[in-house]
């Protein structure tokens, strides 16, 4: 699909801009499109939560993981619609494996020490395994979310 530019420089003139309107095909479906992601956002988040639960069971913490990874492409792809998806499952995944990462350093640990309800979102313990996670459920994850967007 075509998205015709917004604005059109009429022949003859240098200053004679135009705003045109955007195809209907294409303002017709992105607010769906972000309807869709912002459902499946909170669906991913409420599961990740869930997993909180069990978190004593094995593959708890590998699924929370996942979900993790899963929610920041989901959360990239929400705010930012028209990028492409392989754009949007490489910053996702790329944000989580760096607060990953950032696991190395004492800061989440003083955040969450200081919110208990941070550790959440910025973990607690470094695990090499946790990179591979995130890097196979962000690529996974975009991967659907390009198989979604030639849906809607």
Known sequence: MKLAPLWDQRPGTCDSIVPMEHPPEASASAPRRRTVVAAALV??????????????????????????????????????????????????????????????????????????????????????????VLAIAGALSGLLLARGRRRL
């Open 43 to 132: 669906v991913v988040i409420v599961v990740g939560l869930a997993l909180q639960l069990v978190r004593h069971l094995p593959g708890s913490g590998v699924a929370g993981t996942a979900a993790y990874a899963v929610a920041a492409v989901l959360a990239v792809a929400l705010v930012w619609p028209n990028w492409s998806t392989a754009s949007v499952a490489s910053v996702g995944t790329g944000a989580s494996c760096a607060m990953e990462v950032a696991q190395l350093t004492p800061l989440p640990g003083m955040i969450s020490g200081t919110f208990p309800a941070a550790r959440l979102l910025l973990g607690a313990n470094f695990d090499p395994v946790d990179l591979v």
